[in-house]
Structure formats: C-alpha cells, structure tokens
C-alpha cells in the first residue's frame, strides 16, 4: 500500500512481483502529475486513488487561518475529481497530522468544501490529534473508501498542537492507551456496508523501534488481536 511508483514499466513490474506473492496494489502512489497516478490505480483496477496536494503552507501561506485553506485546495482537486471520474476512480484524503484534515472538525469542513472527495480513515492520526474515529464512522460513514487502523500510545507530555514523537507513538492494534476500540471500529463498518480495503499500519518510528522489535513482530500482534475479536 503506497508504494512510489516511479514509470509505467515499474508499474508493471511491482504490480507482478506483488502478485507473484499473492498481494495486490491497492494504493499506487507516483507519476509526475495527479492524472498519472490515477491512471496507474485505474490501470490496477484499483476503485480508489490518494493524491497528496502538498504542504498545507503552500495554499494561502503560513499565516492563514487553517480553515480558509479549504476553499484553496478545492480549487486544486476540482479537475482532479474530474479527471478520476473519467477513469471511474475516486479520489480519497488522507487523515493525517501535519496536513490538511487532522481532526473530527477538519473532516466535517472537508466534506463540505470539496465535494466528491472520500475520506481515507486513519485511526491512529486521528486519536493522535485527539480525535474519534466512531465519529466519522457515524457522521460519513458513506465517504469512508480506505481506512488505515493502528492504534496510537500518549505519553503524559502529548500536545496534539506541539507533537513530541520521542516518547509517543503509534502502537500494533490493542497496544494503546487512548482507549481505541477497534473492534468497535471494524463493526461500525460493517453496519454502513463498508467494502473498501483496510490497511493494518505501523509507522517505524524511533520510540517503536527502540523495543527491538522488528515490524513483522508488530504485525503479527496486530493479526493476532484481530483474530481474537472474530476477523
């Protein structure tokens, strides 16, 4: 998932070796323009496609108010969403700290300012910035077209506003302490008829890493815990 794909020759040639492992491409990121890279998730028979706009300060500057970036990245997706209409793709918006759609709020401004843009459901940024993953669940549960679930540790200091990653981290499902409950997550899901891809992730970060414990470790805890709630 998210791989950088760099030509239309690499595309062919990772999306073969993924299936000579029996895994599928399911995010394609890449090419030198938006249109590129939903032509490769197309060309996948991806339904869904993640295009970053670049850093929020670019649209409108340092010092504007973080709410009246919206309208401006509108502007920048509008012929995007067209362009993915035409290959019968729909575009998704990453939830992430440090970018556009960070919190609960952010997402309901979203929604309203870009129109025809779904919602890539990261839980573990979203409890970062203290935010509830449920809620987008209940309030734009239709959106929802990729969800990345991990779950996220708070050390005492943790400032959403101010981050600090040398202490807190994201964490493999049912390590958290912010009270994620995923299997909560994964029914609510179930009961809007959600059918999209879900992404088990773990970023290395330093605190992780520290453990000594290798990212394949992680992972199977993650499997492990889902498994004990029936997935």
Request: glycine share 12%; charged share 25%; aromatic share 8%.
């Amino acid at each position: 998932e998210g791989l950088d794909i760099r030509s239309a020759e690499d595309l062919v040639e990772t999306a073969a070796a993924a299936h000579a492992w029996g895994l599928h491409l399911v995010n394609a990121k890449g090419g030198r323009t938006p249109g590129q890279c939903i032509r490769y998730n197309a060309a996948l028979g991806n339904k869904v496609c993640e295009i970053w706009e670049g850093f929020i300060e670019d649209f409108g500057g340092e010092d504007l108010p973080h709410k009246d970036r919206f309208p401006l990245v509108a502007k920048f997706f509008a012929p995007v969403i067209a362009e993915a209409t035409r290959f019968g793709v729909q575009l998704t918006h990453h939830i992430h700290m440090g970018q556009l759609v960070v919190t609960n709020d952010d997402v309901d401004t979203m929604v309203r300012a870009i129109p025809g843009m779904g919602i890539m459901l990261d839980t573990g940024h979203l409890l970062a910035a203290g935010g509830d993953p449920m809620r987008v669940i209940r309030d734009h549960g239709k959106l929802i077209n990729h969800v990345h679930l991990k779950d996220f540790h708070a050390a005492d200091n943790w400032d959403p506003e101010n981050p600090d990653w040398t202490r807190s981290h994201f964490e493999a499902l049912g390590q958290g302490n912010v009270g994620f409950d995923a299997g909560a997550a994964l029914k609510g899901l179930e009961q809007i008829g959600y059918d999209g891809w879900i992404s088990v992730e773990l970023d290395p970060q330093k605190p992780v890493m520290a453990k000594g414990i290798r990212p394949a470790q992680y992972m199977r805890q993650s499997r492990e815990y889902l498994r004990s709630l029936g997935y």
